[in-house]
């Protein structure tokens, strides 16, 4: 493919992702591929997870992992902070019974003190004092995490001078700071799974998908790192990165 031609194909991949809603990469699917961890999140919250509970799902993007639960849907609450996803959420999930509340600070939630039995969290900042705020004594409270070292195997290789955010966000911290607010840890697992790109379509619609972790990246501002990493993919076969995540499932006691 000549230098034109490859660069009409990158950017073809760059709009493409402009349609992206919820958090459904199914479209990249056969051309991506992540290790799983050692533990399911899904499974998990099965395990504790009442049909009697009143549960909150903070973040739930186009309430994708919601569905696996079948959880009533007048249980249920979510929130959500990208204007896009929520306004999905308005049109699918609160038709249903769900409440949805439209959240853009942690540490802000609209809901009442001791007001639900679980809190999920998957992959959504939050603030531990207002978790504990809405959780009843004895409630439970269960995330996952993306950690602070996820994806800076490819964004050094992405973006020029990339430098790490300086921030703690790891199984450790977290279970430190659960602990201090009385929470009694119940799960607790950490893991760095491997990423595989296959195309250079998964590579730039990914990126520009997670846009926090590669800030800057454009396809016409980054030619000269995009080539070098489709030069690994056809060396290879794959372009690789490491992920960061980690899970803490725990206990509300006061």
């Known amino acids: 493919m000549d230098q034109e031609n490859r660069l009409t194909s990158w950017l073809e991949s760059e709009n493409r992702q402009k349609s992206f809603e919820g958090w459904d990469f199914s479209s ?3 051309n991506f ?11 998990i919250v099965r395990h504790y997870l009442k049909p009697d509970m009143r549960l909150l799902d903070m973040g739930t993007g186009g309430g994708e992992l919601l569905t696996h639960f ?3 849907f007048h249980q249920t609450s979510v929130t959500e902070g990208w204007e896009k996803n929520y306004q999905l959420l308005l049109t699918t999930l609160a038709k249903k019974g769900v409440e949805v509340k439209f959240v853009k600070e942690d540490d802000q939630l609209d809901f009442s003190d001791n007001q639900f039995d679980i809190v999920l969290n998957c992959h959504e900042s939050f603030s531990l004092d207002e978790v504990k705020r809405v959780l009843k004594p004895g409630g439970l409270f269960i995330t996952q995490q993306v950690g602070d070292l996820n994806g ?6 992405l973006i020029p001078n990339f430098e790490k955010k300086d921030f703690n966000l790891h199984l450790s911290s977290v279970v430190r700071e659960l602990k201090k607010r009385d929470f009694d840890i119940l799960d607790q697992y950490e893991s760095y799974p491997s990423q595989k790109f296959f195309s250079m379509d998964a590579l ?5 998908t997670i846009e926090w972790e590669f800030p800057g990246f454009s396809v016409l501002t980054h ?6 990493l ?4 056809k060396r290879v076969g794959f372009i690789y990165n490491q992920e960061h995540r980690f899970l803490v499932s725990c206990i509300n006691q006061k």
């Open 204 to 208: 730039i619609y990914y990126v520009r």
């Open 230 to 233: 489709e030069e690994e993919l």
């Open 152 to 157: 800076i195997n490819l964004a050094s290789r």
């Open 223 to 228: 030619q000269k790192e995009l080539i070098e």
């Open 28 to 30: 990249i699917q056969e």
């Open 70 to 72: 079948s959880h009533p």
């Open 33 to 43: 591929w992540q290790e799983e961890t050692s533990w399911d999140y899904t499974e």
